[in-house]
């Protein structure tokens, strides 16, 4: 076999391995974002199974005790909690106050009935003195603001928290609208099936902003530490 067939030869494996690896590597990457969306839809499918047993079980009709809605709270404090260990990294400091005051302003307005012991819509001054004292602190370091909330927005993640606040922000509230569900099902109203839609889509908006606060918390806590 002359020398150029060899050369030949060993070009054809050397790309006929190197083409095995490469698939060996996109089969993993498909497997691990498929095995991803199993994990999340499981876990979406938890949280929404405490509507079903608020309604079925319970009949506590969704009310401000209700299992959907302190899950709801739990789920905010837990994503603030998480915001909050993020401000130990400096550079993320300033963005991750902002954040974290964010959602800590969306817990108040959950916990407006507690706040309404003391006076009726108290919850907005408390939510403003959150919102002030965020960026008062943050302010102190602009730089370090913009730096580190484009680092939230480029996070693959993001488009996960983003999704959750639409729904829980936009697609909740005009699902939840009374004067929808009335006009709908006029004589036959019931004030549980508005509010089990409403609070519903809540719930599945929350988790998919833990989710993605859950990622990139922990992905960017975990790059730092090694950097």
Not at 103 to 115: G, N, W
Not at 125 to 154: C, K, N, P, Q
Not at 196 to 210: I, R
Request: a positive charge.
């Amino acid at each position: 076999m002359s020398l150029s067939a060899r050369r030949g030869w060993l070009e054809f494996f050397t790309f006929l391995a190197s083409t095995g690896v490469v698939m060996q590597d996109d089969v993993r990457f498909v497997l691990k974002k498929m095995g991803f969306f199993v994990l999340f839809a499981v876990i979406a499918a938890a949280f929404q199974s405490l509507l079903f047993l608020d309604i079925h079980a319970l009949h506590d009709s969704v009310k401000e005790t209700s299992l959907t809605e302190i899950t709801q709270e739990l789920i905010l404090l837990g994503i603030v909690l998480l915001y909050a260990r993020l401000t130990k990294v400096p550079e993320l400091r300033a963005s991750s106050v902002l954040l974290c005051g964010f959602f800590a302003c969306m817990l108040i307005r959950e916990l407006d009935f507690v706040f309404d012991v003391i006076r009726q819509g108290s919850w907005v001054w408390v939510a403003l003195a959150v919102t002030g004292i965020s960026i008062i602190v943050a302010a102190r370091d602009f730089r370090g603001v913009i730096s580190g909330l484009r680092e939230f927005f480029t996070y693959p993640s993001y488009g996960l928290i983003c999704a959750g606040l639409l729904n829980v922000l936009i697609f909740s509230r005009l699902m939840g609208m009374g004067v929808l569900w009335r006009t709908l099902l006029q004589e036959a109203f019931l004030r549980t099936v508005k509010n089990a839609v409403e609070e519903g889509s809540e719930l599945f908006g929350y988790v998919l902003c833990l989710l993605g606060t859950v990622i990139y918390v922990f992905g960017k806590l975990r790059y730092y530490r090694r950097k």
